[in-house]
């Protein structure tokens, strides 16, 4: 996540972060010759909270006095080599900067489905995971259709976020991930979300405050968010130009959904993840 003295971005991944993040290291000048770099590796290298990654923190604190990015350890999951991250959750945020606006980005369940499907990380990261398991029920991984790797990631990946909890309805991935990110108790929710829960809109006082800027319109709405936080229009003016950052090499295939989606895919979709689309009406078909 990204700290600054006004805000918290929250970085939920595949859905523009990245970019994010780069835009406001440019504006707080905050890759100052590699240094942060060289030190943000060291972060990672040691366990968070030893005494070594607490004081390389500290270090980053005093470089970096306007803005930091604060490297937090993974919280679900059997992660073999993957014990620290930038998506931090709300819950990770620390206190003392919990009373300030917490911005993130929301996007498209549909086209978040797709990107995920072709960023492919799944092939190296699953197997780590679930190597007998994927032999015996997938003899044809990794070569999935984005139907099979939408099944595939619903029966594997759910259990890994849902951590053992039972939820009333069949709910999907994107709606789990979205529920840990943003809910002041998630846990709790996902033993409790129901149809009259969605129904009710009972989440409006389960969710944390955010303010969202939507994927696909970054550019702009991050810039007009930077300006209510008072930054200058001359400072921040080259982020409404600014190309994509870490953009999938096959992303203009995400532009046609029908060659990923059958109705019975998008309609299986509309259902498990109603929550996201009860909250965001804009992303309805």
Same mark, same amino acid.
């Given at each position: 996540?990204?700290?600054?003295?006004?805000?918290?971005?929250?970085?939920?991944?595949?859905?523009?972060?990245?970019?994010?993040r780069a835009m406001l290291k440019q504006v707080h000048n905050y890759d100052r010759g590699g240094?942060?770099?060289?030190?943000?590796?060291?972060?990672?290298?040691?366990?968070?909270?030893?005494?070594?990654?607490?004081?390389?923190?500290?270090?980053?604190?005093?470089?970096?006095?306007?803005?930091?990015? !604060?490297?937090?350890?993974?919280?679900?999951?059997?992660?073999?080599?993957?014990?620290?991250?930038?998506?931090?959750?709300?819950?990770?945020?620390?206190?003392?900067?919990?009373?300030?606006?917490?911005?993130?980005?929301?996007?498209?369940?549909?086209?978040?489905?797709?990107?995920?499907? !072709?960023?492919?990380?799944?092939? *190296?990261?699953?197997?780590?995971?679930?190597?007998?398991?994927?032999?015996?029920?997938?003899?044809?991984?990794?070569?999935?259709?984005?139907?099979?790797?939408?099944?595939?990631?619903?029966?594997?990946?759910?259990?890994?976020?849902?951590?053992?909890?039972?939820?009333?309805?069949?709910?999907?991935?994107?709606?789990?991930?979205?529920?840990?990110?943003?809910?002041?108790?998630?846990?709790?929710?996902?033993?409790?979300?129901?149809?009259?829960?969605?129904?009710?809109?009972?989440?409006?006082?389960e969710m944390v405050p955010i303010t969202f800027l939507h994927q696909e319109r970054l550019n *702009?709405?991050?810039?007009?968010?930077?300006?209510?936080?008072?930054?200058?229009?001359?400072?921040?003016?080259?982020?409404?130009?600014?190309?994509?950052?870490?953009?999938?090499?096959?992303?203009?295939?995400?532009?046609?959904?029908?060659?990923?989606?059958?109705?019975?895919?998008?309609?299986?979709? !509309?259902?498990?993840?109603?929550?996201?689309?009860?909250?965001?009406?804009?992303?309805?078909?």
């Amino acid at each position: 996540m990204i700290i600054t003295n006004q805000f918290v971005m929250l970085n939920y991944p595949k859905t523009g972060s990245s970019f994010a993040r780069a835009m406001l290291k440019q504006v707080h000048n905050y890759d100052r010759g590699g240094v942060n770099k060289i030190l943000h590796r060291m972060i990672r290298k040691f366990r968070y909270g030893t005494v070594l990654n607490r004081t390389l923190r500290k270090i980053d604190t005093l470089i970096n006095p306007d803005m930091t990015e !604060l490297i937090v350890p993974k919280v679900y999951g059997r992660h073999i080599g993957y014990r620290q991250s930038q998506h931090g959750r709300y819950s990770q945020v620390p206190e003392e900067h919990k009373d300030k606006t917490i911005i993130s980005i929301i996007r498209n369940p549909f086209t978040r489905y797709v990107s995920t499907y !072709l960023y492919e990380d799944w092939k *190296d990261r699953y197997p780590q995971i679930y190597s007998d398991q994927l032999k015996n029920n997938i003899p044809s991984f990794p070569d999935l259709s984005f139907a099979e790797y939408y099944d595939m990631i619903h029966f594997y990946k759910q259990d890994l976020r849902l951590q053992g909890i039972i939820p009333k309805i069949n709910l999907g991935v994107n709606t789990i991930q979205f529920i840990r990110f943003y809910f002041k108790e998630p846990k709790r929710v996902l033993n409790e979300i129901d149809d009259e829960y969605i129904t009710n809109r009972s989440y409006q006082e389960e969710m944390v405050p955010i303010t969202f800027l939507h994927q696909e319109r970054l550019n *702009d709405e991050l810039f007009q968010f930077l300006l209510t936080m008072g930054y200058s229009e001359q400072k921040i003016q080259f982020i409404k130009d600014a190309e994509p950052i870490n953009v999938t090499k096959r992303k203009r295939d995400q532009q046609s959904l029908d060659r990923f989606y059958t109705e019975e895919l998008r309609q299986n979709i !509309l259902k498990r993840d109603r929550l996201l689309f009860k909250i965001f009406p804009e992303y309805q078909p």
